[in-house]
């Protein structure tokens, strides 16, 4: 039985380069070397260096301990932090919701 492999869109990818490139940069910013980044990660520098090239396959654990070597780990709180779709359908539901009490206390 053959491993499932995921499909990754073309945007994703993208946003997974800049995110290797963005983190390549800030290791670069702090003079650490791949082996000191790998070591203190916990990974292999072949890893880290999947990571810094954007890799879909690489685990987010792997990115998670990558940022916490470089002192960066709270920006994984960023991920999903503006969630400005959800929040316009959790609006409208609960405009909707309200509509609907509303109109059942107007018939009664």
């Known amino acids: 039985m053959g491993r499932k492999q995921t499909v ?6 993208n946003i997974l ?3 290797g490139k963005q983190i390549k940069l800030a ?3 702090r003079h650490l070397s791949t082996e000191l980044v790998a070591e203190r990660a916990g990974i292999s520098r072949a890893t880290l260096w999947q990571v810094e090239n954007g890799s879909p396959s690489v685990a ?3 990115y998670a301990a990558i940022l916490t070597a470089l002192g960066l780990q709270k920006d994984l709180l960023l991920v999903a932090k503006d969630d400005v779709l959800g929040r316009t359908y959790q609006d409208l539901n609960l405009l909707s919701a309200s509509n609907n009490r509303k109109a059942k206390a107007a018939e009664t």
């Open 8 to 13: 990754i869109l073309p945007s994703v990818v």
């Open 17 to 19: 380069n800049q995110m």
């Open 27 to 29: 290791r670069l910013r």
């Open 60 to 62: 987010i654990g792997s």
